[in-house]
């Protein structure tokens, strides 16, 4: 049916100027604010890099920069997968038992089958975490339990499962092969070339999520799950394939963090869930869902890691690293909170004074 | 194209029932190309159910439904988009996060190579939408912070890059102010000139006389009469509307204390409600009335301190009460009985005991400490006084009818003792007979001295209960009557008709 193409041009009616709608304060507001957000971070990043030189000058080391860059790629790939998880207002807690239990499995392979080929070791790891990945998935998606709970239990279980089958043994540096452990040793400068390949793969995902119907999806469940129905996504699907896709990220960090460490036990990746969801929401993803990107989220990570070294190097104790986490957090999330809250009251206040 | 003379889409002697309810008895409409058709009809008219079917949301128990002559069955919102209906609701469901375009295009964005979104074009073709409804809206903006008149206009973009020929209106206007219905009446105008059938729902009959060509009556879920709007007035759509000879309350009228109970001064919450003020005395009933969205209900929890008002005072028994605390409220003597019992009323998964006491648990407390035996005994008194039907007390209240769960929420306010009760809706959703039970105690409850105010959208109720009407408009009061001088037709033209009743 074309009805409305036939007269639509030349139509119009009585000659009046076009009905305008303004845009409004708030929006401008807002825009403002979500860009500031993106900006302050880095902000905060260069002051304490630069507080953090002017005092103890080794801390723009080569070396340094390297520890600082490989421990914010294993947090920043992690953060790539909790994003599009987060984005659908859906939350992974279950990354950092997936990644040490990866982690193990995949680097005792080398114990046990001491010529097997490298690509062998990296799709086991993927695979751990693809299952589990996929367990998650089908209850959250199609269970219709919360994330939060999900995830929560397959933390305890995967983590139990590892305690179960590691028990008190270790995989060890020197049982590795050279080429398993250059991996990550191998750098371009200062920069280690496993940080490139990871950015890379980061920015190419946040560019999915950001121009793909299946992307735009996330961000429409994690925004109006309701509206989302209403036009036809596919929503458990998409929140099923988030799931998945975040397992099998953490499996993968699994494998990366055991060629950085070698040295892996059942105890590898405890408690990283919680610093890269603080990474993803001080990156800018808003954690009741449908905005924010992985790039900003890997910054995020970036400077988590770069607090948490530049205050080793002062010789500060871990307590404040986390209180800073915890504050940095807290203002994410007030940001959030505010600027909802603003909107709405400069709405009611818009529409009362329109109406009198 | 079929012939201009046909209608676009008809419907004929549908009927839908939900269990016992019929709400809809003979529903009947033909919309035509480049027309506007109002549907009206008080609450409860079975408009919605209609609006529903036409969506695809209900699929009508008879009745035909036609789209081009032939005969059609909707069994998804999809298959009603797929016929060229859409509907836009009063309030619509967009993606906050997501900008203008992207809700306009969801799942239909355009795409340039390897499937990425082609956010250009999609941007381009939703302002030549925009343009050829003559609006001006930023695209690229999010829908974030948009006025409800502003995400309707999205709501139209995107029916019309549906390629609509139907576009349903849900009472499109009621949350709008007077320059947004201006805006909207214009898109209208230029949807009719390019083919579209709008059928338009309204509560405003000026407003159905400004914008269409054809009006049709609906009482009591059935078609009453269908005209074209320059044969007709408001007067006998009015009566279309009404369309029965009430009996009035046969009680004499009640002597009632004349001293003001509850005083409310010149309250104000900024785009709710405006400078409302009024008494109700010791043993009064005064019921505030008005169309569903006219404030009603947002005075009474702003009375009681669930909403904090921005101007204004509500005094008790001549001592100011402060405001937006309900605990406070309730120490003066206030009780509420909230419009929605299962949510606000009620803990649904308590016992019946636990509900009924839990306003007078201070009273129950001996040595700090509240025993089951006496909370039971408590509970057992007032369900007898009530006549509350239940199996056990300890069963949770959700397994009681209707009726009886709205008896618990009056069970627990009458269990205070209230010097002011404020009921608001008190028997929607109950069977014939408790709804007279209801009625029954609420007199009595006056008559014992409790100053009541009854918020009804039912105007028999309102008629039977009250001494004194107040009538809310786009939150304002503009009209009141006494008993004596109430009727039907006067209440429903003081909510409805923009012309000044001035208040007596």
Redesign the interface.
């Known amino acids: 049916m074309t009805v409305l193409e036939n007269n639509s041009r030349d139509h119009s009616l009585s000659g009046g100027p076009a009905i305008d709608f303004a845009p409004s304060g708030a929006s401008r507001f807002t825009s403002i604010v979500f860009r500031a957000r993106e900006f302050g971070i880095f902000g905060i990043l260069v002051v304490f890099v630069l507080i953090t030189t002017a005092i103890k000058p080794r801390f723009l080391a080569a070396q340094n920069i390297k520890f600082i860059l490989i421990d914010t790629t294993i947090f920043a790939l992690l953060a790539l997968g909790e994003t599009m998880v987060v984005i659908s207002k859906n939350v992974d807690l279950s990354i950092g038992s997936i990644l040490g239990i990866s982690a193990f499995v995949s680097s005792n392979l080398y114990q046990q089958f001491h010529h097997i080929s490298i690509l062998l070791v990296f799709t086991t790891g993927i695979g751990i975490g693809l299952v589990f990945g996929l367990i998650n998935g089908v209850l959250v998606a199609f269970g219709r339990v919360p994330s939060l709970v999900v995830t929560l239990a397959s933390l305890y279980i995967i983590r139990g499962i590892d305690v179960l089958y590691v028990g008190g043994q270790q995989v060890v540096a020197s049982s590795l092969p050279s080429n398993f452990l250059s991996v990550t040793s191998s750098s371009l400068g200062p920069v280690p070339i496993i940080s490139i390949v990871v950015a890379i793969v980061i920015f190419v995902g946040s560019y999915y999520l950001k121009n793909y119907r299946s992307g735009r999806d996330l961000y429409a469940i994690g925004s109006s799950d309701l509206a989302a129905g209403l036009v036809g996504i596919p929503i458990a699907k998409r929140v099923f394939t988030s799931f998945a896709l975040s397992g099998m990220i953490a499996g993968l960090a699994g494998v990366i963090w055991a060629s950085y460490y070698g040295t892996v036990d059942s105890t590898a990746g405890t408690g990283y869930e919680f610093t890269v969801v603080t990474a993803v929401v001080v990156g800018g993803v808003a954690i009741f869902g449908g905005s924010g990107s992985a790039v900003g989220a890997a910054i995020g990570a970036l400077l988590l890691n770069t607090i948490n070294s530049s205050l080793y190097v002062l010789g500060v104790s871990a307590f404040w690293d986390q209180a800073i986490s915890g504050l940095l957090l807290i203002l994410a999330i007030a940001l959030d909170r505010g600027l909802g809250l603003y909107v709405a009251k400069s709405l009611r206040k818009r529409s009362s004074r329109v109406a009198s | 194209?079929s012939n201009q003379f046909d209608p676009v889409i008809s419907l004929r002697g549908a009927k839908k029932y939900f269990g016992a309810v019929h709400a809809l008895e003979d529903g009947q409409i033909e919309l035509f190309?480049g027309e506007a058709h109002a549907l009206v009809g008080e609450n409860g008219a079975g408009k919605s159910t209609l609006v529903k079917i036409f969506a695809g949301l209900h699929r009508p128990d008879s009745g035909t439904l036609t789209v081009d002559g032939k005969v059609v069955h909707f069994d998804s919102?999809?298959a009603a988009i797929e016929s060229?209906i859409a509907v836009i609701y009063q309030e619509p469901?967009?993606?906050?996060?997501?900008t203008v375009a992207?809700n306009i295009f969801?799942?239909r964005?355009p795409?340039r190579s390897f499937?990425?979104?082609d956010?250009r074009r999609m941007n381009r073709e939703a302002r030549e939408i925009f343009?050829?409804?003559?609006?001006?809206?930023?695209p690229t903006?999010?829908a974030?912070?948009l006025?409800?008149?502003?995400q309707q206009?999205v709501e139209i973009a995107k029916a019309?890059s549906l390629?609509a020929?139907v576009i349903v209106m849900d009472e499109p206007t009621a949350a709008l102010?007077?320059?947004?219905v201006d805006?909207l009446f214009?898109?209208s105008?230029?949807l009719k000139?390019?083919?579209?059938a709008i059928l338009f729902i309204s509560h405003r009959l000026d407003e159905v006389f400004a914008l269409c060509e054809r009006v049709t009556v609906m009482r009591d879920g059935r078609f009453v009469t269908s005209s074209l709007t320059n044969e007709t007035d408001e007067n006998s759509l009015v009566r279309a509307m009404v369309g029965r000879d009430l009996e009035k309350r046969t009680d004499q009228l009640r002597q009632f204390d004349q001293r003001a109970l509850l005083e409310v001064e010149h309250l104000t919450l900024?785009?709710l409600f405006?400078d409302i003020s009024f008494t109700v005395a010791a043993g009064e009933i005064v019921a505030l009335s008005g169309l569903v969205g006219a404030g009603r209900s947002e005075v009474a929890t702003a009375i009681f301190g669930i909403r904090r008002y921005d101007h204004g005072r509500v005094s008790v028994d001549g001592k100011e009460l402060r405001r937006g605390s309900p605990s406070a409220a309730m120490t003066s003597g206030i009780g509420l009985v909230p419009e929605d019992r299962r949510l606000q009323g009620l803990v649904m998964e308590q016992s019946i005991s636990r509900n009924i006491s839990m306003g007078s648990l201070k009273s129950l407390k001996k040595n700090g400490v509240i025993r089951a035996f006496t909370e039971t005994r408590f509970a057992a008194d007032w369900s007898v006084k009530l006549q509350i039907k239940y199996g056990n007390l300890g069963n949770s209240v959700s397994t009681l009818s209707g009726g009886n769960q709205q008896k618990v929420v009056l069970a627990k306010w009458m269990a205070r003792s209230p010097k002011i009760l404020i009921v608001d809706e008190p028997t929607r959703g109950i069977d014939i007979g408790t709804k007279a039970e209801v009625h029954r105690l609420i007199l009595e409850l006056a008559r014992s001295g409790v100053a009541v105010l009854v918020i009804s959208s039912e105007l028999p109720e309102v008629l039977n209960l009250a001494d004194r009407i107040l009538v809310m408009r786009?939150?304002r009061l503009v009209a009141e009557f006494t008993h004596d001088d109430a009727s039907e037709e006067a209440i429903i033209g003081a909510a409805t008709l923009s012309s000044e009743v001035s208040a007596s």
Do not use: H, N
């Open positions: 194209m190309s919102p999809r060229g469901t967009l993606f906050p996060d997501l992207e969801m799942e964005q795409q499937k990425r979104i956010f343009s050829r409804l003559e609006v001006v809206l930023d903006r999010l974030l912070g006025s409800i008149a502003e206009i019309l390629d020929r102010s007077s320059v947004e805006r214009r898109v105008e230029t000139a390019s083919g579209v900024e785009g405006v786009e939150g």
